[in-house]
């Protein structure tokens, strides 16, 4: 179901839980607004999202290696994506604007740990999307040169026989209706 439009009875849920999604929704405020619609009054609200990108290395190097190779300058403020949401304080602003209150956020260090920043790589590949859209206009060789820098990049995050830890944290942010 489209969550800047849901297709739900107003006040028929005590919770709404959104986890690393709400950051890439082109709307943000409008599923903000829709989650608080649907809640009961007192229920609560709660969003998982990434920090800033210098926070993230698992995902903001990589983003920034493939920003560069594609040409793209920096996302525009407000646009949906990773790192949305992240800054100090816009969550909280973005939860305040939506009618929620007695918001809180805070900050976790998440580290993701795999075996290896190939399995990463590979972890990234599959799971993002949107790092082969950015990298579209591009040939093949000029997707492959970004591939195996971002591959490079990974593997300084690899703790020998530790394997790969990248560095990554979190925003939690609640609120109630």
């Known amino acids: ?3 800047e439009r849901l297709e739900l009875e107003e006040a028929t849920f005590d919770a709404v839980v959104s986890r690393v999604g709400l950051i890439y929704f082109p709307d943000q405020q409008k599923a903000l607004r ?3 619609r649907v809640l009961v009054p007192g229920g609560r609200v709660a969003a998982i999202v990434y920090s800033t ?3 993230n290395g ?3 190097v990589p983003v920034s290696i493939v920003r560069r190779h594609a040409k793209l300058g920096p996302p525009l403020p407000g646009q949906p ?3 949305s949401l992240g800054g100090a304080g816009v969550i909280e602003d973005a939860f305040t604007r939506a009618g929620f209150r007695d918001v809180r956020a805070e900050r976790i260090a998440a580290p993701l740990r795999m075996k290896s920043a190939d399995e990463c790589l590979r972890f990234e590949k599959e799971s993002f999307g949107a790092l082969h859209q950015m990298l579209s206009s ?3 060789a000029g997707r492959d040169a970004a591939w195996n820098e971002v591959a490079s990049a990974l593997r300084d995050f ?3 026989t530790d394997g790969f830890e990248g560095p990554c944290e979190l925003v939690v942010a609640v609120g109630a209706k």
């Open 58 to 60: 698992f995902f903001g």
């Open 34 to 36: 829709e989650m608080h």
């Open 138 to 140: 591009l040939d093949q």
């Open 53 to 55: 990108p210098d926070r």
């Open 1 to 3: 179901m489209d969550g």
């Open 158 to 160: 690899e703790r020998g």
């Open 81 to 83: 994506g990773p790192f």
